[in-house]
């Protein structure tokens, strides 16, 4: 990402005002299928809304975004809530962080060149949660999903739920 792009996303984070958790909006009324607790990874992270939401169900969370303003809300956020998420800087075009867990979220942040380290990442019985832009009911655009993209680039993991349209696809599946 260029340093030009990362202001931009500065920019955006400092006008977001009183964030407050919440639940990815692909596991609204799916709450059951979190596993019971373990290890959680929220990448492109934003003010942390998912991430606290995440620490307050007892996970211990990983939450990455390239902004610093964004991390900076988010552990405001944290520490209104007394959790503890272990925020991380880092441009994504670069990669993960090294490890493994048992529910990755992504939301609203599409790179298909990390999808095989998405799937890499999953402990045995973890759960992935994504939402991106798509195609499907949209004009398209090179920031969005063609059509079945999730399920194609997921076909290791066991589909939980699959949907796409308005313009977003969303993938809920586990590994094995
Ligand atoms: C549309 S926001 C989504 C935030 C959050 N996931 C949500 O659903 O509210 C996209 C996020 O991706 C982050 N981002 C964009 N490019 C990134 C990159 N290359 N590496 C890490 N984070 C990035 C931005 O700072 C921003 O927080």
Do not use: K
């Not at 529910?103 to 942040?109: A, E």
């Amino acid at each position: 990402m260029t340093a030009t792009d990362r202001e931009r996303w500065d920019r955006r984070h400092a006008v977001v005002s009183a964030p407050v958790p919440m639940p990815p909006d692909a596991l609204r009324g799916r709450s059951g299928l979190l596993p019971a607790g373990g290890a959680a990874l929220d990448l492109a992270c934003g003010s942390g809304q998912v991430a606290v939401w995440l620490a307050l169900r007892g996970f211990a969370v990983d939450a990455v975004d390239v902004s610093p303003v964004a991390l900076r809300g988010g552990a405001a956020l944290a520490a209104a809530h007394e959790v503890t998420v272990r925020w991380v800087e880092s441009d994504l075009d670069d990669g993960l962080p090294d490890g493994t867990w048992d529910v990755i979220v992504c939301q609203r942040f599409r790179d298909p060149a990390l999808y095989p380290a998405l799937a890499a990442g999953l402990a045995p019985g973890g759960l992935l949660v994504l939402t991106v832009l798509s195609e499907v009911g949209d004009e398209g655009g090179r920031f969005r999903a063609a059509p079945g993209e999730l399920l194609s680039a997921f076909d290791e993991l066991e589909v939980l739920h699959h949907e796409e349209g308005n313009g977003e696809a969303t993938l809920l599946a586990r590994r094995s």
